[in-house]
T-cell receptor
Framework: NAGVMQNPRHLVRRRGQEARLRCSPM?????VYWYRQLPEEGLKFMVY????????ESGMPKERFSAEFPKEGPSILRIQQVVRGDSAAYFC????????????FGSGTRLTVV | GDSVTQMEGPVTLSEEAFLTINCTYT??????LFWYVQYPGEGLQLLLK???ADDKGSNKGFEATYRKETTSFHLEKGSVQVSDSAVYFC?????????WGAGTKLIIKP
């Protein structure tokens, strides 16, 4: 069992480019959660998805950010027209049932916008 | 809304010292409580958890007791090692999402 796989580990984008972050949940997990960690801060919830459905996106910025979890393939967090303030670590977690008690986290993607 | 407050860091200790990292929370109901650890340049690892009042979570010599009366979940270890240097996060379960403290950086000097 490979655990939660996130890629890339590090991503550098110029201002205005698009960033795509991928998360493959653990085998058997159909619930995926994305969190953002700004420098020197704790994590903030962004979005919760089940296969093909967004359950809660209350933590997503209103513009430029989107997430999906298709029937096949990994969950994708997309950031369009990145700005320096998007530089952060983005963590994905998955669970077999809804709820954070059963979370397994990935190693994160560190996005740097230059 | 629900929130978690941790003591500010960095906390600097000598090897074999006693460690306490304070964590208090505000929540409706009685959420599960967690401590996560983040080593430099790495992801998040669950260190321990407690699901109800008076439960004690423990792992790798670390302990924390869920105190309903003081709404606290302080992390303790009797004798720290250099390898314990990391950032420690307290968190609570709010339905399906975790609410996080800001993290406490721990530095252990030999």
């Amino acid at each position: 069992n490979a655990g939660v796989m996130q890629n890339p580990r590090h991503l550098v984008r110029r201002r205005g480019q698009e960033a795509r972050l991928r998360c493959s949940p653990m085998k058997g997990h159909s619930h995926v959660y994305w969190y953002r960690q700004l420098p020197e801060e704790g994590l903030k919830f962004m979005v919760y998805l089940q296969k093909e459905n967004i359950i809660d996106e209350s933590g997503m910025p209103k513009e430029r950010f989107s997430a999906e979890f298709p029937k096949e393939g990994p969950s994708i967090l997309r950031i369009q027209q990145v700005v320096r303030g998007d530089s952060a670590a983005y963590f994905c977690a998955s669970s077999q049932e809804p709820g954070s008690a059963g979370y397994t986290f990935g190693s994160g993607t560190r996005l740097t916008v230059v | 809304g629900d929130s978690v407050t941790q003591m500010e860091g960095p906390v600097t200790l000598s090897e074999e010292a006693f460690l306490t990292i304070n964590c208090t929370y505000t929540a409706t109901g009685y959420p599960s409580l967690f401590w996560y650890v983040q080593y430099p340049g790495e992801g998040l690892q669950l260190l321990l958890k407690a699901t109800k009042a008076d439960d004690k979570g423990s792992n790798k010599g670390f302990e924390a007791t869920y105190r309903k009366e003081t709404t606290s979940f302080h992390l303790e270890k009797g004798s720290v090692q250099v390898s314990d240097s990391a950032v420690y996060f307290c968190a609570l379960d709010s339905n399906y999402q975790l609410i996080w403290g800001a993290g406490t950086k721990l530095i252990i000097k030999p």
